[in-house]
Nanobody, 126 residues
Framework: QVQLVESGGGSVQAGGFLRLSCKAS????????MAWFRQISGKEREGVAG????????YYPESLKGRVTVYQDYAINTLYLLINSLEPGDTAMYYC???????????????????WGRGTQVTVSS
């Protein structure tokens, strides 16, 4: 069992930045990969950044590459997501997710993650 708790969301003006946190607890040793997803109102959940702890390796969608950064503080089991140059289109509920198995599927497939946080809301105003 793994628990994920996100924090750091809120309201910010366009052009600003946010750092979201995902604190993992429980059987963190079972986590083989993690990711940040977001769900924009009316749209499907989409990957924002992926992370492979065993490799300390990030993954980003082309649409966000250069504007997002993901990294982990292993000492406190916390995965961070930095979003720069925020736009109104970034307004969404942001979720942290983890997977306890890996079958070679794409990192940004929500169905491949079996642990989820409750989400943190990000609202970007123009």
């Amino acid at each position: 069992q793994v628990q994920l708790v996100e924090s750091g969301g809120g309201s910010v003006q366009a052009g600003g930045f946010l750092r979201l946190s995902c604190k993992a607890s429980g059987n963190v040793a079972s986590i083989v990969r993690m990711a940040w997803f977001r769900q924009i109102s009316g749209k499907e959940r989409e990957g924002v950044a992926g992370f492979w702890p065993g490799r300390n390796e990030p993954y980003y969608p082309e649409s966000l590459k250069g504007r997002v950064t993901v990294y982990q503080d292993y000492a406190i089991n916390t995965l961070y997501l930095l979003i720069n140059s925020l736009e109104p289109g970034d307004t969404a509920m942001y979720y942290c997710a983890a997977a306890s198995s890996f079958d070679g599927s794409p990192w940004d497939d929500p169905r491949e993650h079996n642990y989820w946080g409750r989400g943190t809301q990000v609202t970007v105003s123009s």
